[in-house]
């Protein structure tokens, strides 16, 4: 009885240690997995920060160009709308000056009469 107590003691001993093991490499499996998708998303990571680099370069590119040529547009533009605004007011003083001569002829007129 000693003896089929010991063999079967043995056969959990050695099942339990065949588990251990077993528990051990799937845990070791478990680690590397996860070392190998932490170092996927450590590449995953740094691709779209030089993804975003590169876009927001050339999106600073863009912009930088849209500004120049909106600058030179209004520039023009402010320029035009000076230049109108001495016409206009040049043609504000010559009606001004017609008008005082147009009063002063009709006074004379209105005078000799």
Do not use: P, W
Request: hydrophobic share 30%.
């Amino acid at each position: 009885m000693f003896c089929s107590r010991q063999g079967s003691l043995s056969e959990l001993v050695r099942a339990q240690r065949e588990e251990h093991a077993s528990t051990r490499e799937l845990i070791r499996a478990q680690r590397d997995e996860s070392r190998r998708y932490q170092e996927e998303s450590r590449r995953y990571q740094e691709e779209s920060r030089r993804y975003h680099e590169r876009r927001d370069a050339a999106l600073r590119e863009f912009n930088r160009e849209i500004l120049l040529r909106n600058e030179k547009v209004y520039t023009a533009v402010i320029a035009e709308m000076e230049e109108g605004r001495k016409q206009l007011e040049e043609g504000r003083k010559q009606i001004e000056a017609n008008t005082k001569a147009v009063l002063s002829v009709l006074d004379r007129l209105n005078g000799s009469g």
